[in-house]
């Protein structure tokens, strides 16, 4: 809950500029897609920074990815970055619609 109303202080305070890092660690599912909706629904007012390591709630803001991987910082387009092969190849480990294989 507290996570929901950090959030929900920024939709009254209307900032130019939001910046979150990791906004939905460690909530429950139900909480996760609140916080996501409120992030998003701020996007229309607000430049937002989001800083994640959760790729599928990445994926859902559709937009373009600053990545930060070996001290080396790169942008990619939403479609080069979200797809399971560039995914595999950069973290190195299988990926499968945009989600981690867990092989034994």
């Not at 607000?46 to 600053?66: N, P, Q, R």
């Not at 190849?89 to 299988?94: A, L, N, R």
């Amino acid at each position: 809950e507290e996570a929901l109303v950090l959030v929900a202080s920024s939709m009254v305070l209307s900032p130019k500029i939001i910046i979150f890092d990791e906004p939905t660690a460690n909530l429950d599912p139900n909480n996760h897609i609140k916080v996501s909706k409120i992030i998003k629904k701020l996007k229309e007012n607000s430049l937002v920074i989001l800083i994640t390591h959760d790729i599928t709630f990445a994926k859902y803001f559709d937009e373009d990815v600053l990545f930060v991987h070996d001290k080396k910082i790169d942008m990619f387009g939403k479609e080069e970055f979200f797809n399971d092969s560039f995914l595999s190849e950069i973290y190195g480990v299988k990926f499968k619609n945009l989600g981690l294989v867990y092989e034994s």
